[in-house]
Antibody, heavy 122, light 114 residues
């Protein structure tokens, strides 16, 4: 079955950086687009970024555009999120999620990882 | 961006009773060319990631019990749990995918047992 396992979270100071990873298995990784979604403590879901199956056409939410970069390594079945210039408001659990409609671009998400926690604090 | 507004914020329903969650979008998510509503529903149980329940507003994801029903069109949508079970305690979110790539979620509705 589809498995997505995020890692790389932790505590970082404001202005710092982190790189999150999402290791995928159970499906043809190179054929599916992937999302990053976050959830601040006690809050709802916020879509952050999407990358097509072939690594083209990056899409970002306004809140992270210019600070975060989504990328993937299809040879390693891994999705990444490089997060720079981190702010306190970036504190959240970060989920990777698989696209629900193959090749259709950002739509809904039909499988989610368990998330990795990022805390931005001095 | 399309703003998704859910109501109520929370509700408490007796076991076996009906639970109704509403989701309203700030503009229509009905695509005229294919007559599909670009709306999904997710369930998030405590301490777990979200799980897809419904897409195209009313298509149940594989494995989702048929007590869950999605309805509505245009700007107004409803997720109904026909007979609430203990395992349905969760927060439910709607999400539009009409205005891509700017995907947006509703604020969530918490369902509890009365």
């Amino acid at each position: 079955q589809v498995q997505l396992v995020e890692s790389g979270g932790g505590v970082v100071q404001p202005g710092g950086f982190l790189r999150l990873s999402c290791a995928a298995s159970g499906f043809t990784f190179s054929s599916h687009g992937l999302h990053w979604v976050r959830q601040a403590p006690g809050k709802g879901l916020e879509w952050l970024a999407f990358l097509r199956y072939d690594g083209s056409n990056e899409n970002y939410a306004d809140s992270v555009r210019g600070r975060f970069t989504i990328s993937r390594d299809n040879a390693k079945n891994t999705l990444y999120l490089q997060m720079n210039s981190l702010r306190a408001e970036d504190t959240a659990v970060y989920y990777c999620a698989k696209e629900g409609i193959r090749g259709a671009g950002p739509t809904y998400m039909d499988a989610w990882g368990k998330g990795t926690k990022v805390t931005v604090s001095s | 961006d399309i703003v998704m507004t859910q109501s109520p914020d929370s509700l408490a329903v007796s076991l076996g009773e009906r639970a109704t969650i509403n989701c309203k979008s700030s503009q229509s998510v009905l695509y005229s060319s294919n007559k599909k509503n670009y709306l999904a529903w997710y369930q998030q149980k405590p301490g777990q990631p979200p799980k897809l329940l419904m897409y195209w507003a009313s298509t149940r994801e594989s494995g989702v019990p048929d007590r869950f029903t999605g309805s509505g069109s245009g700007t107004d949508f409803t997720l109904t749990i026909s007979s609430l079970q203990a395992e349905d305690v969760a927060v439910y979110y709607c999400q539009q995918y009409y205005s891509t790539p700017r995907l947006t979620f509703g604020g969530g509705t918490k369902v509890e047992i009365k």
